[in-house]
């Protein structure tokens, strides 16, 4: 992977593949995306998780060299988006894949691998890894929407991208096609190729990436991996004497990890193994206290993310601070939209 | 690149149904009209001499400012103009080279393309001028190659000259409709109506000399185009008649070369400044 990023791109490997500093657009009084900083590190796949019109895709036009940030700056594989140095290790899909509709599949493939210098042969392979073999020789006009979203990941593979950049890539898909299609990303993001991938849907994000920023209102709210994002495990213990169990769990678990909520215990844990709930209950039910419920919980990412753009709504979209779920870097800024 | 985006412009529809109704055009104005009116009590002599293959350069050249023109145009917009519709652009320019070479193959493939809109439109004059001869017994004589060639490359920079107004229109626009409606109009209302008034309000002759209409007819004048010979031609009848006043010949030439130039790098400059949204 080095030897590939280092011969086709000269990106040095170790730095962030992609890194933005301050990055803004504005159209007119309405920013799209506030002073953002984002930072993909080599290899992994990141997920970028934002709202319908929460400044997604207008980043990664940003990143892709399609649009120009108002002010701020960009790098993608260590040069100015938008550039041949750039764009020579990026495969990319955005929004709609958008091809001519009067040329076959394959055709449209042979259109981009003569401007991008790819052997013809490749076509194939990218071909049969999308599932599209058997209908390439057909009109992209007459493609279903599964299938041009398909071409679309076929031509974002065709220059053996070091990084894939992919806005909403399940977008009209049935259940069936977006399984596949997830399947198909982990699979390109198993390696060392480095994926960034925008959507609003949370189980999506939630099965295919290692790490995760979460935009609202155009700015980053919260960045970690999906667990981080999601916190600690929680073992809820629903009981009549609630003071006495909550006395008990903390001498047993330590004060810090108990706490009351809406009449009912909560007991935090890194991960479930940590404590051993059959144990608490035998505990608590010898000092006599009748357990009615204990069951483990969790903040599902969907709630997290309803949580902090819900939060960005109710700042009337000021003061944002970015959450960086494994406690690094806190920041604050001030950013006024409109 | 520029095969590619060659290739593009071959597998369009739309292309090779202007080719048809362009080579049609000239055919029917230039042969088969003129022919029915000559076998017709209202033909006069003359009319014959322009259907020969001798005059086939004078007589397709007719054409080429006015008919040609829109058609050229046309072509330009859909060239460029289709990228906006289909969101094309977004994935051209995400591709590896810069905004500069995709629009440079683009217009290089558009100059080529340009081609056959020329070539076939005078095999097809050469036959249809064969025929009228053998039908009137008239015994056959070719112009010379220098002024056939002349007149292929003459007919083929009038064509790209509004092939790019149409690129100029079509990126400034981004799209095609507006683009074709704006050409259109630009043509028949503002150089039209502006050349026809110049007749009479010697005014507006300086700015009608700078016109499209003026200097390409100016430049096929010389060549036998733009009416030169019998005065039965598109140049003085019907919706792209000029009468005057003409340029100089190398005036014409350098003022076309000029605005295709001009026309070109706009184009460019606004497609590798706007955003791709």
Known sequence: MKDRVNKRSGFSPGRYVIETDQLTKRYGDIVAVGHLDLRVRQGEVYGFLGANGAGKTTTLRMLLGLIQPTSGKASVLGAKPGTEESLMGVGSMIETPAFYPHLSGRHNLVMLAKYTGTPLKRIDQVLAQVDLSKRADDAFQTYSLGMKQRLGVAAALLKDPVLLVLDEPTNGLDPAGMADMRALIRRLGSGDRTVLISSHLMTEIEQICDRVGVIAGGSLVAEGTVDELRGKDRLLIRVDQIEDARRIVAGLVGEQSVAVSSEVLQVTASNQGEIESAWLNARLVAQGIAVQELRWDRASLESVFLDLTSGQLRQGKRGQSVIHANGQDQESREVAHV | ?277
């Open chain 2, 1 to 277: 690149m520029v095969s590619a985006e060659f290739f593009l412009l071959r597998c369009r529809m739309a292309t090779w149904v202007l080719l048809t109704v362009w080579t049609l055009l000239g055919l029917m104005f230039g042969y088969i009209v003129p022919y029915v009116m000559y076998r017709s009590d209202d033909g006069r002599p003359n009319m014959l001499e322009a259907m020969l293959p001798e005059q086939i350069t004078q007589t397709l050249l007719d054409g080429f400012p006015f008919f040609g023109g829109a058609i050229a145009l046309i072509l330009g917009v859909l060239a460029v103009g289709s990228e906006f519709g289909w969101d094309t652009l977004k994935t051209l320019f995400t591709q590896r080279p810069g905004r500069g070479v995709v629009f440079t193959a683009k217009m290089a493939a558009l100059a080529i393309m340009l081609v056959p809109f020329v070539v076939p439109l005078f095999a097809s004059g050469a036959i249809a001028g064969v025929m009228i001869a053998r039908l009137e017994g008239v015994d056959i004589f070719w112009p010379d190659a220098m002024t056939v060639i002349q007149g292929m490359l003459a007919g083929w920079l009038v064509l790209a000259v509004w092939a790019s107004v149409g690129v100029l229109l079509a990126v400034a626009t981004r799209g095609t409709s507006l683009a074709i409606g704006f050409g259109i109009l630009y043509t028949l209302v503002i150089e039209g109506l502006i050349s026809a008034l110049a007749g009479t309000v010697s005014l507006l002759e300086p700015i009608v000399d700078l016109f499209l209409r003026a200097n390409t007819y100016s430049l096929v004048r010389p060549l036998g185009g733009a009416g030169s010979g019998t005065g039965d031609s598109a140049a003085t009848d019907g919706p792209g008649a000029f009468s005057g006043p003409y340029v100089d010949e190398l005036q014409a030439l350098v003022v076309l070369v000029a605005y295709m130039v001009v026309f070109i790098g706009v184009s460019a400059w606004l497609l590798r400044r706007r955003d791709v949204a």
